[in-house]
């Protein structure tokens, strides 16, 4: 690697924490910078998280506020984008710990490429509806891990650190979240489209 190959890769990696630096001493256009890059990968996080667009909203705002909020505290001990997703992991956490009512899924709105072809589009919707469905269905921490890591292009170190959980609890949940929804979207199905009874073990 060149030296300015390097001096310019450390410079990607700091230029959110240096916004955020610029921030706490009065920048807001550094704040404005961060918000616009960020706002639509971390709702669809909390979408994906919890399936309601109202709660994902509201904890989505809640981010936001904390980063305000803690501004004058922040240090750049690790990546501003690792950092960001602490604070909706602990948001999340706080969430899940409170006594609510089931909430109703609500995770229509990720647009997808829709092929002319008719059947092609009933059978990639019908995929797309399971794919959603069985996230929904995955454990909370199996369900944040394979979002941090296949929709939010983390790494498993840096979903260590945002989780607080070791390295290969991290790459357990990971794998088996992996395996269901795999085995979800492969499911065979007859050839009249009703989906097979699976056999009993």
């Not at 909203?57 to 506020?65: H, I």
């Not at 891990?145 to 949940?173: A, H, P, Y």
């Amino acid at each position: 690697m060149s030296l300015v190959s390097f001096i310019n890769g450390r410079n990607n990696k700091d230029i959110d924490a240096q916004l955020m630096l610029n921030y706490a001493r009065g920048e807001n256009d550094a704040f404005e910078q961060l918000y616009v890059k960020y706002k639509d990968e971390l709702f669809r996080f909390f979408l994906r998280q919890c399936g309601n667009q109202a709660l994902a909203e509201e904890l989505y705002q809640d981010v936001w506020v904390r980063i305000i909020d803690a501004r004058q505290r922040y240090e750049p001990k690790a990546k501003f984008r690792t950092w960001l997703y602490h604070i909706a992991h602990n948001i999340l956490i706080d969430h899940y710990r409170k006594p609510t009512e089931e909430e109703q899924p609500e995770i229509d709105e990720v647009p997808s490429a829709r092929p002319d072809n008719p059947e092609a589009i009933i059978s990639g919707q019908e995929k797309l509806d399971r794919y959603r469905a069985m996230i929904r269905t995955l454990p909370d921490e199996q369900r944040e891990v394979f979002l941090l890591k296949e929709e939010s292009g983390m790494s498993l170190q840096d979903i260590t650190q945002i989780t607080g959980d070791n390295f290969e609890t991290v790459k357990s949940r990971l794998r088996y979240a992996v395996n269901k929804l795999k085995q979800a979207l492969e499911e065979p199905e007859s050839h009249d489209g009703r989906q097979r009874t699976q056999a009993v073990k």
